[in-house]
T-cell receptor, first 113, second 116 residues
Framework: KAGVTQTPRYLIKTRGQQVTLSCSPISGHRSVSWYQQTPGQGLQFLFEYFSETQRNKGNFPGRFSGRQFSNSRSEMNVSTLELGDSALYLC????????????FGQGTRLTVV | AQKVTQAQTEISVVEKEDVTLDCVYETRDTTYYLFWYKQPPSGELVFLIRRNSFDEQNEISGRYSWNFQKSTSSFNFTITASQVVDSAVYFCALSEALYTGNQFYFGTGTSLTVIP
């Protein structure tokens, strides 16, 4: 069974640009969550999508957005990039319900210069 | 307030030693779930264990064991006879039934180095 696939693995962007990250969950998993990991703030929840609807959202500015497609694949978008957005962005897929284990991809390492 | 606290930032042990990673959580929910994840240098978080708040039985899986104590709000992780391959960052996480969805609150992680 294929795991969670995130593309691209590495990205370098310039301040002010926008970026789109992609996540393909495990087959059959309908929930996709996104997390930002930085040395200073650790792992922080961005948002979760389930059946194409945002089910939960963390405390991030509106520049961070996401969506989920009918095949459960998800994208997250960051507009007007800031230096502080440099981080490892991790996608997690889970079957559906609360408290189910989440399986993570290898992440996208975003560097904003 | 931090919902999950991992007070140990870094731990170094010599191979074959036992090591315990501490995790203390905070929630007002009566139904919640606790997890441990391992993050090797490659970056992905590897699922290790899930516990719900109604199951306080300790669990053993090979060299790994977990001690869940609701009275002290702790969910500690012990590695017996540590090996170099155990070197990684370990995260404890909490998911509350209070919220719809599957949002995890992670601790700040404990970086474990096993010295050969």
């Amino acid at each position: 069974k294929a795991g969670v696939t995130q593309t691209p693995r590495y990205l370098i962007k310039t301040r002010g640009q926008q970026v789109t990250l992609s996540c393909s969950p495990i087959s059959g998993h309908r929930s996709v969550s996104w997390y930002q990991q930085t040395p200073g703030q650790g792992l922080q929840f961005l948002f979760e999508y389930f059946s194409e609807t945002q089910r939960n959202k963390g405390n991030f500015p509106g520049r961070f957005s996401g969506r989920q497609f009918s095949n459960s694949r998800s994208e997250m978008n960051v507009s007007t990039l800031e230096l502080g957005d440099s981080a490892l962005y991790l996608c997690a897929s889970s079957l559906a319900g609360q408290g189910t284990e989440a399986f993570f991809g290898q992440g996208t390492r975003l560097t904003v210069v | 307030a931090q919902k999950v606290t991992q007070a140990q930032t870094e731990i170094s042990v010599v191979e074959k030693e036992d090591v315990t990673l501490d995790c203390v959580y905070e929630t007002r929910d009566t139904t919640y779930y606790l997890f441990w994840y391992k993050q090797p240098p490659s970056g992905e978080l590897v699922f290790l264990i899930r516990r719900n708040s109604f199951d306080e039985q300790n669990e053993i899986s090979g060299r790994y064991s977990w001690n869940f104590q609701k009275s002290t709000s702790s969910f500690n992780f012990t590695i017996t006879a540590s090996q170099v391959v155990d070197s990684a960052v370990y995260f404890c996480a909490l998911s509350e039934a209070l919220y719809t969805g599957n949002q995890f609150y992670f601790g700040t992680g404990t970086s474990l180095t096993v010295i050969p």
